[in-house]
């Protein structure tokens, strides 16, 4: 009698994410597209398809799989959109938008982090994202309004100024919560009425900080 084969890695991968309950089939094949395994660490390269976070420079971390698929979906995305994303971190969630909107500026304030990170998207043709080293409580007045914006690391609040640069029904998800600790992930969405508040899940970012960092 044959051994049975476990499935590959990939393909337990895809199923985990419909298991759990991502059914946006434009996030899944985006999931599917972009190698993981490139934006780990070399030592983590064998753990890139689990469900797990993982550790990267600068003491950052990439996010696991599942929460990636979650917020990407909960921002309803759509090929006409500008999308900002606070915290740059390796770029697999900026890859992952690049397949999904129109353009993606994404904010790192890591130097090392943001320089790598534009070099992994470069050569994965990632063509529709910029790489800014910058401050993501102090968004540039040139880069304009957008219609979503991602914060990928834990803010206690969220900070006017980064609301005030959603476009009318725009959406926002963010971490909101204490830095050590749970945090809830927040949708936040620009209506004629103002801003409509909604708790989605817990989860654990690392914190937001302000400023541009003086090393790494």
Excluded at 6 to 16: G, T
Excluded at 163 to 177: D, W
Aim: hydrophobic share 40%; net charge neutral.
């Amino acid at each position: 009698m044959p051994a049975v084969q476990n499935p590959p890695e990939k393909m337990m991968f895809q199923l985990n994410l419909r298991r759990r309950g991502i059914s946006d089939q434009a996030v899944l094949r985006a999931m599917e597209a972009i190698p993981r395994d490139v934006f780990v660490e070399p030592a983590d390269r064998a753990d890139a398809w689990r469900d797990s976070a993982l550790p990267i420079a600068c003491g950052q971390t990439i996010s696991q799989p599942f929460v990636v698929a979650y917020m990407t979906e909960q921002l309803h995305l759509q090929k006409h959109h500008r999308v900002l994303e606070i915290g740059t971190g390796s770029g697999y969630q900026a890859a992952i938008l690049s397949r999904l909107c129109g353009h993606v500026l994404s904010i790192e304030r890591y130097r090392t982090l943001a320089d790598s990170a534009r070099a992994r998207l470069e050569k994965l043709g990632c063509d529709n994202v910029e790489v800014m080293l910058g401050d993501g409580f102090d968004v540039p007045d040139g880069a304009g309004n957008f219609d979503r914006i991602i914060v990928t690391a834990a803010m206690e609040q969220v900070p006017e100024a980064l609301t005030q640069r959603l476009e009318p029904g725009g959406i926002l998800i963010a971490p909101v919560g204490p830095h050590q600790g749970t945090q809830t992930l927040i949708r936040l969405t620009r209506t004629e009425a103002g801003l409509e508040r909604k708790a989605l899940v817990d989860v654990r970012f690392v914190p937001a900080l302000p400023g541009i960092a003086r090393e790494l």
